[in-house]
C-alpha cells in the first residue's frame, strides 16, 4: 500500500484511524534516562574513560609528578564526558520519537527518529510477554510474536530484547510505571483473545508500516 511521507498521523502513534470498536488502553514512551543507562551503556562507557584516565595518571606520575600526571588525564575525561553527552542526546531523541500505544485489540510502536516505522502487533500474534523490572523505577515488557520473519533486531533496537537477535522480541523498554502497564495489556489482551470471532475475516497478522 502506497504511503504519504507528508501525511500526519491522525493519532498520535497510531499509522491509522482504528477502526470501530477498538479504543486506546495506553500509551507512552521510554524514560530517556533510563534508555541512556540500559540501552546504550551510559554508565560502563563513562567508567571506561575514567580507567582509561586512572591508567594515565599511574603510568606518568612517577616521571612528571602529581600536576602533569593529573593534566594528562584530562584529554580522557573530556572525551568521556562528549562521549556521555553523546548518547545522552541519542537516548533522548529517540525516546521523544517513540510512542508504545496499547489498545484493546494490539500494541503498537512507533520507533526510529531518522527513519519512523510503526510495529502492529495484534494480540492474536502476541505468545507471550515477560516484564522485566529496574532499579529505577522503570521496567521493560518484551513481547514474543508467532510471526518474525519481518522482524529485524537492528531495525526495532532499542525497542528490543537485548541479545535475542535470532528471534527478535519487540520490547516496551524502559517505561514508567511497567507493573501497571504489563496489567492493563494483560487484561486487554485477555478480553481480545477470549473474545468470540464472529464470521470469517482476513487473518490478523504482525506487520511494520512505515510512518511520518
Known sequence: MPHDDFAVEPIKGLPGVPPEGEDIVWQGAPNWWSLAKESLSLYWIFGYFVLLAVWR?????????????LAATVPFVLSGLLACLILMLIAYVQA???VYTITTKRVVLRIGAAFTISLNLPYTKIINASLGLRRDGTGNIALEVSETRQLSYFILWPHVRPWKMSKPFP??????????????????A???????QLGKGD??????????
Request: proline share 6%.
Open 57 to 69: 595518571f599511574t603510568t606518568v606520575y612517577d616521571l612528571v609528578g602529581t600536576g602533569r600526571a
Open 96 to 98: 521523544k520519537s517513540t
Open 171 to 188: 520490547t516496551l523498554r524502559c517505561i514508567d510505571e511497567p507493573e501497571r502497564v504489563a496489567k492493563l495489556l494483560a487484561e486487554a
Open 190 to 196: 485477555q478480553t481480545e483473545v477470549n473474545m468470540p
Open 203 to 212: 487473518p490478523q497478522s504482525a506487520s511494520i508500516v512505515a510512518a511520518e
